[in-house]
């Protein structure tokens, strides 16, 4: 019997706005043991804890030595000084994560927008392999997203870049959780996909969606997507605007990055082609047409672990190999 | 005495879509011998030829050995390829112009987009020097622009890329010259100032717009400018208010990019601070903190030689050197 090499492993950590998910991630890819945990409402210094012990629980069950620790998060990131410039869902506002999470964890640590993580997953292991030029729109209850260009990751001058649900998609829109407005987040989420079949709802009391809302039920994208499936043509009509929305961002996308390849990610995946079909109509008939031609649309390989596996990709490809 | 030592010179050329600017430039940036012609209305083969004429009679000039030619098109440019993917100006689309221009002239040639031409002028020797991450607007009659992300300019899978004029920012708006719809440049360009300017003659038909109108002036970007500077409000409005739509764009751009630098160019320059004011405040009010204190929107410092000098720099990067 031969025994098995002890692989290098890192530890993948996706830090969201209501949960925090870790794993031992190998040089393979191959995912050990994910740990989870709540994450919302906690002050600064038990966020910071509770992380640490989820670290450590992945890293127990770690299949070799852990090299270190990749984190993304939903928030703007200055990358080149380890600080959180933003951070909407989580109290890290002005937090100098990286180095107090190296403290914590006396462990090598590296940081990153959940978008860009999401990116990088799909670049380097999924859908957008091989691309020199690659966008990922991950469209969940906001938008999130990661640029590839000239085969680098894009982040700007101070690491924020990438904010795509932060384009103006309309000029007189109403106003953003952002400072701006009329934002492609609004028209093109999860959430618009919600509203979308609210407003259905009251215009259609008698329909599906109708009698779910006089029953007391939210109106949520994952409910009208439900719906949808069921055959719902309220339902499929919301999810359709929503995705000539999706597309309208898409157009402005493909004009300006010229990509291979646009991969779909987030929660609202699970309407499949009842929302990409409607985008991708745009996206043909609007587009430039020597870009819309090099582009293909699909749905991100990775689904609920690619943030974590881009938090570890990062992981391995920042730290020094030990 | 001591003879002065022949420069190695490139010939830059900047193909519009009326007129055609050529001249040899040194590795010193110095302008030899600027040589125009009209290039509007003209079939292939003749404007071909017009190009080769021009390009020689630079050449005829230059002070040192000419390396080659860069020219810069208004156009979508396959670069991989060297094909003019699409040409709304010039009977170019299809041609295989890289190739032309080699066999005409007998000369090694690079071609690229006239926007990401001025991009390079500016990252190079301009106001964006040494920037990481840096964009290029330029508001004529439509908006060209040019990209430069992690140090390198952004053209994207096929050269396309970089059309930011054609980035959607209404969602309902008119349809663009191209298959989209309410595209930036439709709200934000020389020609909407014009268009501005119309809306208030023929509001106030007593006011110097209207006035002008009545007597027969077409109200052009060009002539609401020269009102405004004359200190008509109505033409200060019209340009604010094209100022603002301005700003919206540059407040996604902002988002995306995070850049240290956007470069303002173009006939609209003209307006000067009653254009980039407004674009300022609202990117100042809407852009992602982070990011907006990050960004310096500048005029751009290349003028009317911006093309050409961006083209000749093309040519000293990319072809060898004798």
Redesign the interface.
């Known amino acids: 019997m031969v025994a098995a090499v002890a692989a290098n492993c890192v530890i993948g950590v996706d830090l969201g706005g209501t949960k925090m998910l870790a794993a031992a991630v190998d040089e393979s890819l191959g995912v050990h043991h994910r740990a989870q945990r709540p994450s919302g409402d906690l002050p600064l210094a038990e966020l910071l804890d509770r992380l640490a012990e989820l670290v450590e629980e992945a890293a127990a069950e770690a299949p070799g030595e852990v090299l270190g620790v990749g984190f993304g998060i939903p928030a703007?990131i200055?990358r080149p000084e380890g600080i959180v410039?933003?951070s909407p869902h989580l109290p890290l506002e002005g937090v100098r994560f990286q180095a107090l999470m190296a403290e914590r964890l006396d462990r090598p640590v590296v940081i990153d927008n959940d978008g860009n993580c999401t990116m990088l997953a799909e670049w380097r292991h999924g859908v957008a392999r091989g691309?020199?030029?690659a966008l990922m729109i991950t469209v969940g209850t906001g938008i999130g997203g990661g640029?590839v260009?000239?085969g680098?990751m894009?982040?700007?001058?101070?690491?924020?870049?990438?904010?795509?649900g932060?384009?103006?998609?309309?000029?007189?829109?109403p106003p953003c959780r952002?400072?701006?407005?009329?934002h492609y987040e609004w028209?093109a989420s999860g959430r618009a996909i919600g509203r979308a079949g609210e407003d259905a709802a009251e215009r259609n009391p008698d329909s599906a969606l109708g009698q779910a809302q006089a029953a007391g039920q939210e109106i949520t994208g994952a409910l009208v997507t439900e719906f949808a499936h069921d055959g719902d043509e309220d339902s499929i009509a919301a999810i359709a605007l929503v995705g000539e929305?999706l597309g309208?961002?898409m157009?402005?996308l493909v004009?300006?990055?010229?990509?291979?390849v646009i991969a779909i990610g987030g929660g609202a995946v699970a309407a499949g082609d009842l929302l990409l079909g409607p985008a991708r109509e745009v996206v043909e008939?609007?587009?430039?047409?020597?870009?819309r031609s090099?582009v293909r649309i699909v749905p991100a390989e990775f689904g609920a672990d690619a943030g974590l596996i881009g938090a570890a990709t990062l992981a391995f490809e920042e730290l020094p190999p030990k």
């Open positions: 703007i200055n410039a933003a691309a020199s030029d640029i260009a000239n680098e894009v982040r700007g001058s101070t690491g924020g870049g990438a904010e795509i932060h384009m103006v998609i309309d000029i007189d829109g952002c400072p701006g407005h009329g028209y929305r309208l961002g157009v402005s004009n300006i990055f010229n990509p291979e008939t609007q587009a430039l047409p020597s870009m090099a």
